[in-house]
């Protein structure tokens, strides 16, 4: 028998968030306007309080990265010289990738640089669908999904790899604020916060999961000309769900990694094949412009000063929140990974590489988007306000003349893509509520993941059908309030190791 079934439960842990998420659901469903109006106020009441400590923490990160990585702590091999890593890096980097985006940029790709490009911020004075509305929705797709974002989660992936194998703490989020506050960290406080996090990340994957099962059925009924309606629905959760049990039953080796490498070459044909088949020049003009404007605006745009209070909020801070209520557990499976390798490199692979992918895919899907927007009778825009963001993609990919094959590999990359996601996030999730998890036995038993597969499951597909998806998707980010605390204090214990330099980062003895 496996060590990793030998694991009790973390009866906290693991039974406070599913009773909250059940509660939450059965109020949801029952009251579902009276719910979501509630969560609404809670939730602008956070982002216009905190929204400036949401846009400080990510410009922050960014420079606390820069001087880790020329520190003497970048030099560091998490887990010690002996350390041997779990993947080579080209399956560290799929992996990284692909368990980190989800859907999340296929989906946003496509929708979101229209909401920019034709209501931009009234601060700006900018005509929509004016070339300078094109630059401006392309410097925004930048901005929202390279360099700042990924700071969020390589500041926690790094600070916990560094805390659970140098300094061969628990596998708990509370580890992460050893170097701060001591020992002191684990006991109620550290329990709390997983909790939280936990509970935060299953309502964050509930909401993911049902915007994936409506966009699949989405495309699967455009593919083959009939209504699936529910049954397909039902279907498609399924589907997902005992693949990444079945994903992760196989191990990190053959599951995660393969699915995500197969992914990963997936993007690069869809990218590949916009590239060659859309307005190219125009796109790669328009990634130019944006770049440029990217940088001009950096600071001032992460921070709001430039555009509407409002619109900095309900986008820009509105998608940190996201960002922010799943790193505490993605930092997890993402320290994990690390073992065998430097910190500079884990700053490369987990910050640099996925910021230049997510550059180059919205070159390719947003400026196409932007580009055929923008012509005569193109008409995307008009989909998005008529039907919502979920055909987009698949119209873009019309319009560029891709065809049945094409709608069928993005269908397969959009179901790989929460495969994978989901795989390491439950991965993560069972972990943290399973006692005795170690770099030895690092698994929790393939029960306790059936579980919260399932409870995600079943969550999504009743938010899908109770029209309730809203409500939970807003409980994500409200999840996001309580981890900007942690996150930051995973930040300061990491000031605290780089001060302190390659002693503070020594394995201790076991």
Same mark, same amino acid.
């Given at each position: 028998?496996?060590?990793?079934?030998?694991?009790?439960?973390?009866?906290?842990?693991?039974?406070?968030?599913?009773?909250?998420?059940?509660?939450?659901?059965?109020?949801?469903?029952?009251?579902?306007?009276?719910?979501?109006?509630?969560?609404?106020?809670?939730?602008?009441?956070?982002?216009?309080? %905190?929204?400036?400590?949401?846009?400080?923490? !990510?410009?922050?990160?960014?420079?606390?990265?820069?001087?880790?990585?020329?520190?003497? $702590?970048?030099?560091?091999?998490?887990?010690?010289?002996?350390?041997?890593?779990?993947?080579?890096?080209?399956?560290?980097?799929?992996?990284?990738?692909?368990?980190?985006?989800?859907?999340?940029?296929?989906?946003?790709?496509?929708?979101?640089?229209?909401?920019?490009?034709?209501?931009?911020?009234?601060?700006?004075?900018?005509?929509?669908?004016?070339?300078?509305?094109?630059?401006?929705?392309?410097?925004?797709?930048?901005?929202?999904?390279?360099?700042?974002?990924?700071?969020?989660?390589?500041? +926690?992936?790094?600070?916990?790899?560094?805390?659970?194998?140098?300094?061969?703490?628990?596998?708990?989020?509370?580890?992460?604020?050893?170097?701060?506050?001591?020992?002191?960290?684990?006991?109620?406080?550290?329990?709390?916060?997983?909790?939280?996090?936990?509970?935060?990340?299953?309502?964050?994957?509930?909401?993911?999961? !049902?915007?994936?099962?409506?966009?699949?059925?989405?495309?699967?009924?455009?593919?083959?000309? %009939?209504?699936?309606?529910?049954?397909?629905?039902?279907?498609?959760?399924?589907?997902?769900?005992?693949?990444?049990?079945?994903?992760?039953?196989?191990?990190?080796?053959?599951?995660?990694?393969?699915?995500?490498?197969?992914?990963?070459?997936?993007?690069?044909?869809?990218?590949? =094949?916009?590239?060659?088949?859309?307005?190219?020049?125009?796109?790669?003009?328009?990634?130019?412009?944006?770049?440029? &404007?990217?940088?001009?605006? =950096?600071?001032?745009?992460?921070?709001?000063? &430039?555009?509407? !209070?409002?619109?900095?909020?309900?986008?820009?801070?509105?998608?940190?929140?996201?960002?922010?209520?799943?790193?505490?557990?993605? +930092?997890?499976?993402?320290?994990?990974?690390?073992?065998?390798?430097?910190?500079?490199?884990?700053?490369?692979?987990?910050?640099?590489?996925?910021?230049?992918?997510?550059?180059?895919?919205?070159?390719?899907?947003?400026?196409?988007?932007?580009?055929? &927007?923008?012509?005569?009778?193109?008409?995307?825009?008009?989909?998005?306000?008529?039907?919502?963001? &979920?055909?987009?993609? %698949?119209?873009? =990919?019309?319009?560029?003349?891709?065809?049945?094959?094409?709608?069928?590999?993005?269908?397969?990359?959009?179901?790989?893509?929460? /495969?994978?996601?989901?795989?390491?996030?439950?991965? +993560?999730?069972?972990?943290?509520?399973?006692?005795?998890?170690?770099?030895?036995?690092?698994?929790?038993?393939?029960?306790?993941?059936?579980?919260?597969?399932?409870?995600?499951?079943?969550?999504?597909?009743?938010?899908?059908?109770?029209? !309730?998806?809203?409500?939970?998707?807003?409980?994500?980010?409200?999840?996001?309030?309580?981890?900007?605390? /942690?996150?930051?204090?995973?930040?300061?214990? $990491?000031?605290?190791?780089?001060?302190?330099?390659?002693?503070?980062?020594?394995?201790?003895?076991?």
């Amino acid at each position: 028998m496996p060590p990793s079934s030998r694991h009790p439960i973390n009866r906290p842990v693991f039974f406070i968030p599913l009773a909250v998420l059940s509660a939450a659901l059965i109020v949801s469903v029952w009251q579902g306007a009276a719910f979501v109006a509630a969560e609404t106020a809670v939730n602008d009441w956070i982002l216009r309080v %905190f929204g400036p400590t949401f846009a400080l923490a !990510g410009v922050a990160f960014l420079i606390l990265l820069a001087v880790v990585a020329l520190s003497p $702590l970048g030099k560091v091999i998490i887990g010690g010289a002996e350390a041997r890593p779990l993947l080579g890096r080209w399956r560290w980097f799929a992996v990284m990738l692909c368990t980190t985006i989800a859907t999340g940029i296929l989906f946003w790709g496509a929708a979101e640089p229209l909401f920019h490009l034709n209501t931009p911020p009234a601060m700006l004075g900018l005509e929509p669908g004016s070339d300078g509305a094109a630059t401006f929705a392309m410097s925004t797709m930048f901005l929202h999904w390279t360099l700042t974002p990924y700071a969020i989660y390589t500041v +926690a992936g790094l600070a916990f790899a560094l805390v659970y194998y140098n300094r061969r703490e628990p596998f708990s989020l509370s580890s992460l604020f050893v170097p701060l506050i001591g020992q002191r960290a684990h006991g109620p406080v550290g329990t709390t916060v997983d909790i939280v996090c936990l509970y935060a990340l299953v309502a964050g994957m509930a909401a993911s999961l !049902g915007a994936g099962i409506l966009s699949l059925a989405g495309g699967i009924e455009g593919l083959g000309g %009939f209504a699936g309606g529910t049954p397909l629905r039902w279907g498609i959760a399924a589907l997902i769900v005992g693949s990444f049990l079945i994903s992760a039953a196989t191990g990190l080796q053959k599951g995660i990694a393969g699915l995500s490498v197969l992914n990963t070459w997936l993007f690069f044909a869809i990218i590949a =094949f916009v590239l060659v088949a859309g307005p190219t020049a125009k796109m790669l003009g328009l990634s130019l412009r944006g770049g440029a &404007d990217y940088f001009a605006t =950096f600071v001032p745009r992460n921070l709001g000063l &430039d555009v509407d !209070g409002d619109w900095h909020r309900q986008w820009t801070i509105f998608n940190w929140a996201n960002w922010f209520a799943w790193a505490p557990v993605t +930092a997890l499976f993402l320290g994990r990974l690390a073992v065998g390798y430097s910190v500079r490199a884990f700053i490369v692979v987990n910050l640099i590489l996925p910021a230049l992918f997510g550059a180059v895919w919205m070159t390719a899907i947003a400026g196409a988007t932007i580009a055929l &927007d923008r012509q005569s009778g193109a008409s995307l825009y008009a989909i998005l306000s008529e039907q919502g963001p &979920d055909p987009v993609l %698949f119209r873009l =990919f019309d319009a560029l003349g891709g065809g049945p094959i094409v709608t069928a590999t993005v269908l397969f990359a959009i179901f790989l893509s929460y /495969v994978a996601g989901a795989d390491a996030n439950v991965s +993560a999730m069972s972990a943290l509520s399973t006692r005795g998890i170690s770099p030895d036995a690092p698994e929790a038993p393939l029960g306790v993941q059936a579980v919260w597969g399932v409870t995600v499951g079943l969550v999504a597909v009743m938010l899908v059908a109770s029209s !309730g998806i809203d409500g939970i998707r807003m409980m994500s980010v409200l999840g996001g309030f309580p981890a900007l605390f /942690v996150i930051i204090g995973a930040a300061l214990s $990491l000031v605290v190791m780089t001060i302190r330099g390659r002693r503070e980062a020594a394995p201790a003895s076991s």
